[in-house]
């Protein structure tokens, strides 16, 4: 059985604030969730979650991956800045031009986040997180649609995007030029099988896919750390 995306995971300073944010930002309701960390709940069964995990690193350089927020009006775009701002975001420099339509923002932990203009055709009928934007190759965009079994629904010019059957989210990689990784990226996939599944033989299936395997927490059965082709975490685990 395939791996489906149960949540995507920062790892915070604060999880609980940074929960609060979030939670406000996008209207998502919060729970409690394992090893001390909030998870918010995607507002239809399709999506995935949203967990914030405890972690004493601060944050260094720029997040490898960032989420990008759609806006049906001008006016709503504002309020979606608006709103962030006074729970704790702030507006931030990473090159964008004055002419550019999307607003560039910053979580109070410093993920990097983008409030894309109306009319952005790209990313139509997305929902409101229109994508995961990435930094990374070709290759790990191939892999991720392989291991998820998404379509392809961008291949060009060494950019890709995937998305789900049931549509939502896209997952975007950039292409060259890619940024060095350095250090562990702050986040991460967290990938579920049902309780009836084999860990193992879905761990060799993403290996044999160009996925590198690290450790395992937990014995048999537990949660496995593994790397993407483009060196970035994720973890495999059988949901209990």
């Known amino acids: 059985m395939t791996s489906q995306l149960f949540a995507i995971c920062f790892h915070a300073t604060r999880p609980a604030d940074l929960a609060r944010f979030w939670s406000g930002v996008l209207g998502w309701e919060s ?6 960390g909030v998870a918010l709940l995607p507002p239809d069964t399709a999506g995935f979650r949203i967990r914030f995990l405890p972690s004493e690193e601060p944050k260094n350089g720029r997040n490898q991956a960032h989420f990008d927020l ?3 009006s001008p006016e709503d775009q504002r309020q979606t800045v608006d709103r962030a701002l006074e729970l704790g975001g702030n507006h931030i420099d990473v090159g964008q031009l004055p002419e550019d339509g999307h607003v560039v923002l910053a979580d109070p932990d410093g993920n990097e986040f983008c409030v894309i203009e109306a009319g952005n055709a790209f990313l139509a009928g997305t929902g409101f997180i229109g994508a995961l934007a990435c930094d990374g190759t070709q290759e790990v965009g191939y892999f991720w649609s392989k291991a998820l079994r998404w379509p392809l629904v961008w291949d060009q010019d060494e950019e890709t995007a995937i998305q789900s059957p049931d549509g939502g989210t896209k997952i975007t990689w950039g292409g060259p030029p890619v ?5 562990t ?3 991460y996939f967290d990938l579920r099988l ?3 599944a084999d860990r193992d033989a879905e761990i060799d299936r993403l290996v044999s896919l160009g996925a590198t395997r690290t450790e395992v927490v937990g014995g ?3 949660r496995a750390l593994m ?3 483009d060196g970035n975490e994720f973890t495999v685990q059988v949901t209990r």
């Open 185 to 187: 990226n702050r986040l």
């Open 70 to 72: 759609t806006s049906t």
């Open 220 to 222: 048999d059965g537990g």
């Open 194 to 196: 049902p309780a009836e």
């Open 179 to 183: 940024a060095r990784k350095t250090g």
């Open 31 to 36: 729970a409690d969730g394992p090893d001390d």
């Open 227 to 229: 790397l993407d082709p």
